[in-house]
């Protein structure tokens, strides 16, 4: 078989155990253009990639109408760079990085779209907002000083572990996020995507509320780093 066909045959089984309403961002990071060709000649038209040389590579070689989200930790200078290129950047982690994607989006006449990425995995090596901390952006509604930015939601991980009952409790944990800035700001419009699972855990996440699942090794196989 064809990578191509395993591409599109991996991608299909995955979509296949997705229910209605859940998306999928296929992450390509680490894999070629060619794969990110298989997998939209599949129908697939939503990658994610975690570093911005990477994508402003691909975007160029690759269709026009792919969305891409950026979901790795993104550093304040690269953001000008990142702008207009993305459908949407799911890795927003602080107030200094959403300042500066409001002040470059402005700058660049467009809209961006991100998620709130928060922290609740016991690993001090991801990124993302404390929970408190969220809280404390939108009850101090700070968001409303956005002038080109749209926060349509949420991003996290679990912690990278085989008990369930930890990576469950860690996705429980993102969705109560997610209610609880709702009931702290019931006017926000458009808060609906809550972005967690990834290949070893999107089943589970799915149960536990997820709209928006991110999925590369189940789709592309093993990344070469
Ligand atoms: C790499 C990555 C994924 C995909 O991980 P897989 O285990 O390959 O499915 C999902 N989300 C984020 C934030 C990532 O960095």
Not at 1 to 22: F, N, Y
Not at 113 to 123: P, Y
Not at 135 to 146: K, N, P, S
Not at 154 to 178: E, H, P, R, S, Y
Request: aromatic share 8%.
């Amino acid at each position: 078989m064809s990578e191509s066909e395993k591409i599109r045959q991996r991608l299909e089984a995955v979509l296949g155990t997705l229910p209605p309403g859940v998306g999928l961002v296929a992450v390509s990071k680490f894999h070629p253009a060619e794969a990110v060709r298989a997998a939209y000649d599949a129908g697939q038209r939503r990658f994610g990639e975690s570093r911005v040389q990477e994508l402003l590579a691909k975007e160029p070689v690759l269709p026009a109408d792919i969305d891409w989200h950026f979901i790795g930790h993104l550093q304040t200078n690269k953001v000008r760079q990142l702008i207009g290129h993305v459908a949407m950047i799911e890795s927003v982690d602080s107030q200094r990085l959403i300042d500066e994607i409001d002040r470059r989006s402005a700058e660049a006449g467009v809209v961006t779209k991100v998620l709130m990425q928060v922290h609740v995995a016991r690993e001090e090596t991801k990124f993302g907002w404390y929970p408190d901390e969220l809280m404390e952006y939108f009850r101090q509604r700070r968001f409303e000083a956005l002038r080109a930015t749209h926060i349509c939601g949420i991003m996290g991980m679990a912690t990278n572990t085989d008990d369930t009952a930890i990576v469950a409790a860690d996705f429980n944990a993102i969705a109560l996020c997610k209610r609880r800035i709702e009931e702290i700001c019931p006017d926000l419009r458009g808060f609906d995507v809550l972005s967690m699972g990834m290949s070893g855990d999107y089943p589970l996440a799915v149960k536990c509320g997820s709209t928006l699942v991110r999925v590369g090794t189940a789709i592309f196989g093993e990344r070469q780093y």
